[in-house]
């Protein structure tokens, strides 16, 4: 592990409201290891990565690390986790505060999710922000219902998730249709699946 990523890790433990998570080798395993397992996927496909929902950090962080050619957004809704994110992000990514139903559409090439929420409002906040010949990367439960799934990936222009090991790949197709995203709030009280 390389010592940005041993002191961030460090830095989300101490700091409040970021994680649960208490034990340095569980946060190493869920929050660095875990994202690091997406790595060969988002190499699959071209073009700037958003993180959504980046919180403190996990997965964009780290995919931003190992992947140091590539332009990383970090989305974040809440001001003092942006205030983390930019004390801790490398050269190659970004932070913007704000919401995934207010980004531009079909400008990513891929998006990723890690505990965002459950898997149809994950998809409908990240599908749209990728174009064409990308990818949305969410990180799933088993208990995640992949037909629920296909059908939200299918109305926000993507195809059939690919399962990978807990972590779904959903292709985005064509561009996002009209609509969609959906308001702020919207997805969550009202999901498509």
Request: hydrophobic fraction near 45%; aromatic fraction near 4%.
């Amino acid at each position: 592990m390389s010592d940005g990523l041993e002191s961030w890790l460090a830095a989300v433990l101490a700091t409040t409201g970021l994680t649960a998570i208490r034990d340095p080798a569980e946060a190493k395993a869920m929050l660095l290891d875990d994202a690091l397992r997406a790595v060969p996927l988002v190499e699959r496909f071209e073009g700037p990565v958003i993180d959504v929902g980046s919180g403190g950090g996990s997965p964009g962080i780290p995919l931003a690390t190992a992947l140091p050619d590539r332009d990383v957004t970090l989305l974040e809704a809440e001001r003092r986790k942006c205030d983390f994110l930019e004390r801790w992000a490398p050269s190659n990514a970004r932070v913007v505060w704000g919401r995934a139903e207010e980004q531009e559409t079909d400008a990513f090439g891929v998006a990723v999710a890690k505990a965002l929420a459950r898997p149809p409002v994950a998809a409908e906040w990240c599908l749209p922000l990728v174009r064409p010949g990308g990818a949305a990367i969410l990180w799933l439960g088993p208990t995640a219902d992949l037909e629920s799934l296909a059908r939200v990936s299918a109305l926000l222009g993507g195809g059939a998730p690919e399962e990978h090991d807990g972590l779904v790949v959903l292709p985005k197709l064509e561009p996002t249709p009209p609509g969609f995203p959906r308001r702020v709030g919207v997805a969550r009280k009202r999901p498509l699946g």
